[in-house]
């Protein structure tokens, strides 16, 4: 029987194992004394012949032969290829004895399922766990030789009682040059289809679940039967015995300890016997001597499966469940812990300790959290912070007064600063913000609403105004109107265009009008129209010098009137510089078309929407100056 040595290190203790090397009985010792003594025995006869028998020539030979044995015994891969094929062979050996068919579940299901409590269910339930049994003996009849050894014809088995003469009869009727392990299978499910038909089986769920149990337990016999067909590949075993008795047998030279006078290498102590080099052979066979053990525990060694206890114990508890045991249940009454809420078993004065110990509840039930940060918080007051962690990002604002502060460009160049920072104070703003605070203190600063936009400015000056609309009141008024005009040009004469921005309509219904002043417009058109109110910064003083007019108009400078001439299509462009979604333009103002002669003039006009609950930004350059 299988060495069982459990209980003896239930508890680890102080030298628990070295307990165990007193046991004989399935020990390495059993298993590989004869090895060692023959192994010891060659190492002793080849170490008496070089020093007593060989000549000085003869041992000078033999001493270079030794050295280059030692130092090429190494290039032998022992521990992978070993180790490898151990490590396989373990995990076979467990899957083979998991695969070994119990009737457990077989039987209990049949207990349950095949009613009848007279002789035709009593039979029907018997001799339907017979087959079972009877299957599971021939497959293991055929992969175990004490199996074998104890039923070694069929004969035998008829007498045991797992088969009677008529169904060997049929048995051996049947040909087939393979395993017939399988026929009291079909013979059960042949006989379950007859119970089924007489009502035995109630319904066919219950025939479908007694099925599905009979072919899980053919399927491990079909297992055990693939196990026994199926091994290790040979090669493997070969190449892992020949590279350990190689090893050995180099050893057995190699080893060998020489002449001190000499003055070899690694060779001042001549101690006879070759102690780690025993031991080393000691490890590698005994491992090798593990795997031959387990290659197939279906033999007679000690640690091989006890197959004939098997099926000892299979028989009777299967036949008692579905015989003896069908019907019977105890007399159902109240157990003594009826009326208590909690139910606790006694313990013994052995197991008083575990009353002592506190009762896992968690590894984060004694986790302290101080008082403060215990409170809820009002789940306005989280998403302000949250707003706040998100839009208030130090390096922008820093950034935003490092441009406003720099000097006016004189090309492009400034322009192109501008858009990349509205862009990149688009991209850090998430839409669940509300607003955007570079700098309460600078006149300059920004705000930019809910899938606010941020078209380009069209000035060199690298100030932005980023006007933003909200639900409430805003203090600031929107940009409606934006003229180019040149002073040069057209000395006296200022182009207006009147328009009526609707602001959004929401709850606290801010519509607002700005007018415009009026001036003198074309004489021919005889039209009057107010001046536009900007909200752009004051330009520069050296701007405000030279300029007489107000900040309403902004004045462009250039020797090429017509370069920044804007068509009506303009508003196309400006459409594709905002993130927001299409909106209609009905209420967009015309720009009026400039005269076809004289000078040239251009006017820029924002369209205006009503858009309710929607925020709108617009960023235009300040001033733009030019040689």
């Known amino acids: 029987m299988t060495v069982t040595y459990t209980a003896r290190v239930a508890n680890a203790r102080f030298c628990g194992f070295s307990k165990l090397l007193w046991a004989w009985k399935g020990s390495i010792y059993k298993v590989l004394y004869k090895e060692f003594l023959a192994f010891f025995a060659m190492y002793t006869a080849i170490s008496i012949t070089y020093r007593f028998f060989l ?138 289809a007859v119970a089924r038909c007489e ?41 892992v015995t020949l590279a350990v008795y190689s090893f050995f047998l180099v050893c057995l030279i190699g080893r060998q300890f020489l002449d001190p006078s000499q003055g070899y290498p690694g060779h001042d102590l001549d101690l006879y016997v070759p102690i780690f080099t025993l031991l080393q052979f000691f490890f590698y066979a005994g491992w090798l001597k593990v795997a031959e053990q387990l290659i197939n525990p279906f033999g007679e060694d000690d640690d091989d499966f006890e197959t004939n206890w098997l099926i000892d114990r299979n028989f009777q508890v299967s036949m008692m469940a579905v015989d003896e045991m069908y019907g019977d249940l105890p007399t159902m009454e109240r157990d003594r812990y009826w009326n208590d809420s909690n139910p606790r078993p006694p313990y013994t004065a052995a197991t008083l300790f575990v009353l002592r110990k506190p009762s896992f509840q968690g590894s984060t039930f004694d986790m302290a959290i101080p008082k403060e940060e215990m409170h809820f918080q009002p789940l306005e007051d989280i998403a302000e912070n949250l707003e706040e962690s998100g839009t208030r990002h130090p390096n922008m604002a820093l950034f935003n007064r490092l441009l406003n502060s720099a000097p006016s460009p004189t090309g492009l160049m400034g322009g192109a600063l501008r858009r990349t920072s509205a862009q990149l104070q688009r991209l850090r703003h998430s839409p669940g913000i509300d607003q955007y605070n570079s700098d309460d203190e600078d006149e300059d600063s920004c705000k930019i609403g809910k899938a606010g936009s941020l078209p380009s400015g069209l000035g060199q000056e690298t100030q932005s105004t980023v006007c933003s609309f909200r ?26 265009i009147k328009e009526r921005k609707e602001l959004s309509r929401v709850d606290s219904k801010c519509n607002e009008e700005h007018q415009i002043g009026e001036e003198e417009g074309k004489g021919e058109r005889g039209e009057t129209t107010r001046a536009p109110v900007s909200l752009l910064p004051p330009p520069p003083k050296s701007s405000r010098e030279k300029s007489s007019r107000p900040s309403s108009s902004i004045p462009i400078t250039s020797s090429h009137p017509s370069a920044l001439l804007f068509h009506p299509a303009a508003h196309s462009s400006l459409e594709l510089c905002s993130s927001q979604p299409a909106i209609s333009h009905n209420k967009a103002v015309s720009t009026p078309k400039p005269p076809l002669g004289g000078n040239k003039m251009s006017f820029l006009t924002v369209p205006s929407f009503s858009e309710p609950q929607r925020f709108r930004s617009v960023s235009m350059g300040s001033e733009l100056t030019g040689s």
């Open 55 to 192: 000549y000085d020539d003869q041992k000078r030979y033999f001493e270079k032969l030794a050295i280059y044995c030692n130092h090429y015994a190494s290039l032998i891969p022992m521990s992978f290829v070993l180790g490898f094929y151990v490590t396989l062979v373990v995990n076979r050996w467990w899957n083979q004895y998991t695969s070994i068919p119990l009737p457990d579940r077989l039987m209990c299901v049949l207990s349950g399922g095949l009613q009848g409590s007279d002789e035709r269910g009593r039979l029907l339930r018997r001799t339907m766990m017979r087959y079972a049994s009877l299957s599971a003996l021939l497959i293991l009849r055929s992969v175990s030789t004490a199996v074998f050894k104890r039923f070694p014809t069929m004969d035998h088995v008829v007498e045991a009682g797992f088969m009677t003469r008529d169904e060997r009869k049929k048995f051996e009727g049947l040909h087939s040059p393979y395993n017939k392990y399988w026929i009291p299978c079909v013979w059960f499910t042949n006989l379950a």
């Open 199 to 239: 009502g035995r089986i109630k319904d066919n769920h219950t025939l479908k679940l007694l099925l599905e149990e009979l072919n899980a337990f053919r399927g491990k016999c079909s297992m055990l039967f693939h196990y026994d067909m199926i091994s290790v590949p040979l090669v493997y075993t070969q190449v």
């Open 471 to 496: 639900e409430e009141k805003s203090v600031r008024t929107p940009l409606l109107e934006i003229q180019f005009g040149s002073e040069q040009d057209r000395p006296g004469e200022q182009p207006a």
